[in-house]
């Protein structure tokens, strides 16, 4: 481990997505940072929107890094996976290969606009109760998801045990965050049985380190199928999975 390490802060929650993407990274390659809750839209104290976040951070989002020891500061939650692995050579995750890094690349590229989707049109409007979805907006949404899972399944995955492979990268982490927030064992607001490489992939990962632990605040939150739940359960939530990674974080050190 680099000594640096202790010095890396990860602004965010635990129940946000990329958020989460990050710090499994961080603890599948064991590498200790501090985490500074902060509310995602929210110009108040510990807000993204604060003024004083976006002094540092002007895209106002979460996940964001700073380097206490540099002042080094940069959001956007694959720019920040991408910067670690180049920093600490993590190249298992990362391959230095240029055509499998391209493909890596791709997929990143790929997920902002399709499998990022899976949070704003199936998740959001059950937990975000403060924004409004038009049903325009969510038609769109849920045809953009069903067009990147079918990319996926007979694609990605088609004759791959990962999504470039048959070893894990940051691809695999951050398409997990999201698809695999959305499975009965979670908030189980999707059924993926027409799409057996999928699910065969969802097993796989479920078996990579922290997973659980990473998704504490999902165990949380349960099954929001029928009911959208109340804001005390997800603000609960949040603050029960940030005190196991802070413990995850105390095993480390
Ligand atoms: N493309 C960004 C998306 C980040 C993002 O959407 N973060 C949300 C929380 S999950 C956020 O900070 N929203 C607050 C806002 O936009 O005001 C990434 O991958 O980091």
């Known amino acids: 481990m680099d000594k640096t390490s202790k010095n890396i802060l990860i602004y965010g929650v635990p129940f946000s997505q990329p958020v989460r993407a990050v710090m499994w990274l961080m603890l599948i390659k064991k590498f200790p940072f501090k985490l500074k809750l902060t509310n995602p839209g929210s110009s108040s104290e510990g807000g993204s929107r604060h ?55 791709s997929y990143l590229h790929l997920h902002h606009r399709n499998i990022r989707e899976a949070s704003i049109g199936l998740v959001a409007p059950k937990v975000r109760k403060d924004l409004s979805f038009s049903e325009d907006f969510l038609a769109a949404s849920k045809s953009n998801i069903e067009k990147a899972f079918e990319a996926i399944e007979i694609g990605w995955l088609r004759d791959s045990r990962f999504l470039i492979g048959d070893t894990m990268t940051i691809a695999d982490i951050s398409a997990y965050v999201e698809i ?51 804001i005390e359960v997800i603000i609960n939530a949040n603050k029960k999975a940030f005190k196991v990674i802070e413990e995850k974080i105390t095993d480390m050190l």
């Open 51 to 105: 003024p004083d976040f976006l002094k540092k951070f002007p895209t106002g989002t979460i996940p964001s890094l700073e380097d206490l020891d540099t002042g080094f500061a940069i959001s956007e939650s694959h720019a920040i996976m991408c910067y670690l692995c180049n920093k600490y050579n993590w190249d298992d995750l990362y391959p230095v290969n240029p055509e499998k890094r391209a493909k890596v690349d």
């Open 180 to 230: 695999g927030q959305l499975q009965s064992m979670f908030t189980n607001v999707y059924n993926f049985e027409p799409y057996p490489n999928i699910r065969k992939w969802l097993k796989e990962m479920q078996n990579v380190d922290y997973h659980d632990d990473i998704h504490v605040a999902l165990f949380e939150l349960g099954d929001i199928s029928k009911e959208a739940p109340p």
